[in-house]
């Protein structure tokens, strides 16, 4: 009887060790979408710096909205308990005048927080928000000053 309690127990044990590592496992599911926005505003901004000129300001504020984004991403992915950096399938790079690299890059980083799943306590809402007002400026930049 001491046997059958103690291979009762063992089993109950691994049981719940896998059943608590299925559920790390999954609670971080979606990360790599959050990974992926944050390398999409990263190579925004960097695109957004080589442009020529200005654009009256709102090459600058494209900047300052899509740095905001990524912190909330940050935020996003610390909320949901994933690790600072991750795994993700870089996708390839945009071809053509810097503007219009940004713009593009900030598409794939809104479709990427889109995608997300779960809120993360606000801050991919929020990140998907700033994201899309980077486009905005970006938008209102090209009008203004073109797309180089």
Same mark, same amino acid.
């Given at each position: 009887?001491p046997?059958?309690?103690l ?10 060790l896998t059943?608590?590592t299925v ?6 599911a ?6 992926s ?14 442009? @020529?000129?200005?654009? !009256?300001?709102h090459?600058?504020?494209?900047? /300052?909205l899509?740095q905001?984004?990524?912190d909330?991403? #940050? =935020?996003g ?12 399938v870089p996708?390839?790079?945009p ?5 219009d ?5 900030l @598409?794939?980083?809104v !479709?990427?927080l889109q995608?997300?799943?779960d /809120?993360?306590?606000g801050?991919?809402?929020t990140?998907l #928000? =700033?994201?899309?007002?980077?486009i ?10 073109g797309?180089n």
């Amino acid at each position: 009887m001491p046997g059958a309690k103690l291979r009762f127990t063992l089993a109950a044990s691994l049981t719940a060790l896998t059943l608590a590592t299925v559920g790390v496992g999954t609670a971080h599911a979606d990360q790599p979408r959050m990974y992926s926005a944050r390398n999409d505003l990263q190579q925004a901004i960097g695109a957004l710096q080589a442009a @020529q000129d200005d654009k !009256g300001g709102h090459r600058v504020d494209a900047i /300052n909205l899509a740095q905001q984004a990524i912190d909330q991403v #940050n =935020l996003g992915i610390e909320f949901a308990g994933g690790p600072p950096d991750g795994f993700f399938v870089p996708p390839l790079p945009p071809m053509g005048p810097a503007m219009d690299n940004a713009n593009a890059w900030l @598409q794939m980083a809104v !479709g990427e927080l889109q995608a997300a799943e779960d /809120n993360k306590g606000g801050h991919r809402e929020t990140a998907l #928000n =700033l994201a899309q007002q980077a486009i905005d400026q970006t938008n209102v930049g090209i009008q203004v000053g073109g797309p180089n």
